[in-house]
């Protein structure tokens, strides 16, 4: 009997969602049907966030209300910084994401609980605090002591003065906020599966985003981001572009930033984060980062043309995240600080679903044997 196996899962559908989806027609990503770009050029990430929770946008008592609930959180207590100060300076920033999410988790007394409304409390508290722990990361790695959430900020604000004790210009933040918006959500991948597949056992919704921080970690799925800026510094000189990409290719290697599972004629979060990187270089880019926009330009354009091989979300966002003044292993934690909506949505949406997730494997290994007499 012939078996159909999906390596990868490839083009497999393996339950219904409603939180977003790609109208192929237009190649548009939609949050609860309403398209990213409409939501990039008119919301603030606060409203988007709520809508992926709720499923609809919020009026303005309910996102008030929202507002207030996130500012009033956003505070580590002393023992969790602490904890997370003593990590290694030297281990990746997802690792220090993952540790306080774990210990967020084990102070939480409800932490096994896998109750929908629970969950949205957790899920809200998570949000609030994964700034003031990326930033604690952030400011530890240049030998800075950790600041205090600033209430009266929003929540892109109060990233930029967690991380650099200051609030840069409004269309800095509003591109801050879009690359937030852009990656909140994405249907069933690879992260938000492993949320799911988590959440079917019936785990709690601590494990399933520490499940999901591991996922994105890796530099085919989220860790991308801060492997396309390693990769733009690697190669420097702009005319060296088309050049190291034969290189690489010829290897090969696999280009970061380039390619998806899900599109294969462009990624439809890019014309809008390209826009918003556009603007920042033309309005903050100094000669360093015009030669360095100049060779991510080149290189998209010879990726294009060598292996007809679109960019996705974690190239633009590379260059915005480097040009706001992020140090580079900050990139993926940052995503996290989006992501960790759209998982959570997820995580509910799975214990509704009310099933475990369990495949099959198409068996290749030795036919059943006698065992030999022992030695
Ligand atoms: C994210 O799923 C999501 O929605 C993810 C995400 C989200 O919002 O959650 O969008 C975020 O993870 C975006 C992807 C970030 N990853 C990268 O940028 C890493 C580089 N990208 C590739 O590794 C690749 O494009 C994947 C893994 C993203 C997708 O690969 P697929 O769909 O499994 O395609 P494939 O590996 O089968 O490749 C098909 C062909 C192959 O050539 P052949 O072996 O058939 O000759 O295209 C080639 C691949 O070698 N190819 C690439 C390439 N991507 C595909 N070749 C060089 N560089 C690349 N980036």
Known sequence: MSTDIHRGLAGVVVDTTAISTVISETNSLTYGGYPVQD?????????????LWHGDLPDAGQLADFR????AQRGLDRAGAELLARLPATCHPMDVLRTAVSYLGAQDP???????????????????KLPTV???????????DPLQPDPALSYAENFFHLC????????????????????????????????????????????????AIGALKGPLHGGANEAVMDMLAEIDDPARAEQWLDRALAEKRRIMGFGH???????????????????LVSAHGDARIRRTADLYGRLQRAMLARKGI??????????????????????????????????????????????LIRPLGAYTGPRQRPVPAGA
């Open 39 to 51: 939501l990039a050029a008119s919301r603030t990430w606060e409203e988007v966030a709520y809508l």
């Open 68 to 71: 207030a609930a996130e500012r």
């Open 110 to 128: 409800t932490e096994d609980d896998a109750d929908p409304a629970a969950n949205y409390a957790k899920s809200l508290s998570l949000f609030a």
């Open 134 to 144: 990326v930033a604690l990361d952030v400011r530890r790695r240049r030998g800075l």
């Open 164 to 211: 650099f004790g200051a609030v840069p210009p409004a269309d800095v933040v509003r591109a801050f906020e879009i690359t937030m918006i852009l990656y909140a959500e994405h249907s069933f991948n690879a992260s938000t599966f492993t949320a799911r597949v988590i959440t079917s056992t019936l785990s709690d919704l601590y494990s399933a985003v520490t499940g």
């Open 261 to 279: 599972r899900v599109y294969k004629n462009g990624d439809s979060r890019v014309p809008i984060m390209q826009a918003a990187l556009d603007q």
């Open 310 to 355: 679109h960019p996705n979300l974690d190239y633009p966002s590379a260059l915005a995240y480097h040009l706001m003044g992020f140090d580079t292993p900050a990139f993926t934690p940052i995503f996290v600080m989006s992501r960790i909506t759209g998982w959570t949505a997820h995580v509910t949406e799975q214990l509704h679903a009310n099933v």
